[in-house]
């Protein structure tokens, strides 16, 4: 397919558990960016690649929560020891690298998360 | 920091009537993006329109326009001839200069029959 895929579309956990959310970019895309989506909200900002190198990970509420993108393509979101707070909609977008041409992120349809 | 502000948590425009949703923001840069995406119910984030501040032209996708006034901060977008899959919410966003998306807090419309 074209766009941007996460797996697994719907996943639930109970406290304390480790759980791992995957986002597969539009092929060539360089930049990679997850958000998370709490219900009634807007997405906001979690992390960022370019490529490989994460260059931005301010938006991470704990350091529970760890991404990887290993070979600048897949991206999985890590969070470890889940707590009922992490319950949400956690989002995945892609965009190519230059900003001048067009900087439109392209999104996942998300992995809802459920922590019981 | 760069805030987005949707004043209008819900709005309802009957289908094939116009209706327009509230953005502001607020910024000292001068070079930036501002988009609207749509998330209907299956949550996947549709982009709607983009525009970019050095434009003063308002941007416009066949039904869907938008009213960018640079000095007040107001991005507004227009929808004309509502039809039933236009039911969504809707989020204003701000690209800031480090690729970090600002999004307001969403717009559910409904589309009436």
């Known amino acids: 397919g074209a766009g941007v895929s996460q797996s697994p579309r719907y996943k639930v956990a109970k406290r304390g558990q480790d759980v791992a959310l995957r986002c597969d970019p539009i092929s060539g895309h360089v930049s990679l960016f997850w958000y998370q989506q709490a219900l009634g909200q807007g997405p906001e900002f979690l992390t960022y690649f370019q490529n490989e190198a994460q260059l931005d990970k301010s938006g991470l509420p704990s350091d529970r929560f760890f991404a990887e993108r290993p070979e600048g393509s897949v991206s999985t979101l890590k969070i470890q020891r889940t707590q009922q707070e992490d319950s949400a909609v956690y989002l995945c977008?892609?965009?190519?690298?230059?900003?001048?041409?067009?900087?439109?992120?392209?999104f996942g349809p998300g992995t809802r998360l459920l922590v019981l | 920091a760069q805030t987005v502000t949707q004043s209008q948590p819900e709005m309802s425009v009957q289908e094939a009537e116009t209706v327009t949703l509230s953005c502001t923001y607020d910024t000292s840069e001068s070079d930036y993006y501002l988009f609207w995406y749509k998330q209907p119910p299956s949550r996947q984030m549709i982009l709607v329109i983009r525009?970019?501040?050095?434009?003063?032209q308002n941007a416009t996708e066949n039904r869907f326009s938008v009213n960018f006034q640079k000095a007040a901060k107001s991005f507004s977008l227009k929808i004309s001839d509502s039809q039933l899959g236009d039911a969504a919410m809707y989020f204003c966003a701000y690209l800031r200069r480090d690729d970090k998306i600002i999004f307001g807090k969403g717009t559910r419309l409904h589309i009436l029959p």
């Open positions: 525009q970019e501040a050095y434009k003063q």
């Open positions: 977008a892609s965009s190519t690298l230059f900003r001048e041409v067009a900087e439109t992120q392209y």
